[in-house]
């Protein structure tokens, strides 16, 4: 089992940048890395994922072009880069792993999940 942990959320302005961080309590470059969001009452999202090399794998349609998944091993950290933030962009952020390499793109099939961290975006 591995801990996760996010931070970098907040209260942003439509247009403005935020980047999550999320620091794995183990080495990142065994496990493949998402980004789920939640709004309440609706199902979570897959955001984007990267598999165990790195590479970024998925995104959702609706934040291509704007959020970028990135890592480094070096500080077992794994980042989201969101930029031109949207109101619609609003959720808990969850950083999550799995080791298996298949079914990145689905967020059920990821076991570890950090405590989530809270971005809002206002119009």
């Known amino acids: 089992q591995v801990q996760l942990e996010e931070s970098g959320g907040g209260l942003v302005q439509a247009g403005d940048s935020l980047r999550l961080s999320c620091v794995f309590g183990?080495?990142?470059?065994?496990?493949?890395m998402g980004w789920i969001r939640q709004v309440p009452g609706k199902e979570r999202e897959l955001v984007g994922a990267?598999?165990?090399?790195?590479?970024?794998?998925y995104y959702a349609d609706s934040v291509k072009g704007r959020f970028t998944i990135s890592r480094d091993n070096a500080k077992n950290t794994g980042y989201l880069q969101m930029n031109s933030l949207k109101p619609e962009d609003t959720a808990v952020y969850y950083c999550?792993?799995?080791?298996?390499?298949?079914?990145?793109?689905?967020?059920?099939?990821?076991?570890?999940w950090g405590q989530g961290t809270q971005v809002t975006v206002s119009s």
């Open positions: 999550a792993a799995k080791l298996a390499s298949y079914d990145e793109q689905l967020w059920r099939k990821y076991p570890y």
């Open positions: 183990g080495a990142i470059s065994t496990y493949a």
């Open positions: 990267t598999i165990r090399s790195g590479m970024s794998l």
